[in-house]
């Protein structure tokens, strides 16, 4: 399975974007996602997650800016994210929790990745 990662842009200070992540191929369940950062120089960092249950969990830096959302029906993964600012320019991955088949096991998928570039 490969995860297909859009909705990367240039935006400015204060602006939003909202990011996609979907599976190449038909799939059972998206159960526990991540999403990551990786500004240039830097580490990849976590920056939001939502479990298999709905529960989610945001890095400091993004809490109350950023929203993590799926959609089941499309087997679709979200993060909006609001009132951007310079210091979130960075390369966005998702990071998913799949079972293909109603019988498989769960396993876990990277996305491409996807360029986020705020200006000042």
């Known amino acids: 399975v490969q995860l297909q990662a859009s909705g990367g842009g240039l935006v400015q200070a204060g602006g939003s974007l909202r990011l996609s992540c979907v599976p190449s191929?038909?799939?059972?369940?998206?159960?526990?996602m991540v999403w990551y950062r990786q500004a240039p120089g830097k580490e990849r960092e976590w920056v939001a997650a939502?479990?298999?249950?709905?529960?989610?969990n945001y890095a400091d830096s993004v809490k109350g800016r950023f929203t993590v959302s799926r959609d089941n029906a499309k087997n679709t993964v979200y993060l909006q994210m609001n009132t951007l600012k310079p210091e979130d320019t960075a390369v966005y991955y998702c990071?998913?929790?799949?079972?293909?088949?109603?019988?498989?096991?769960?396993?876990?998928?990277w996305g491409q990745g996807t360029q986020v570039t705020v200006s000042s």
């Open positions: 990071n998913l929790d799949i079972r293909k088949q109603v019988t498989g096991r769960i396993r876990n998928y």
């Open positions: 191929e038909s799939i059972f369940s998206i159960n526990g």
């Open positions: 939502m479990t298999s249950g709905g529960v989610t």
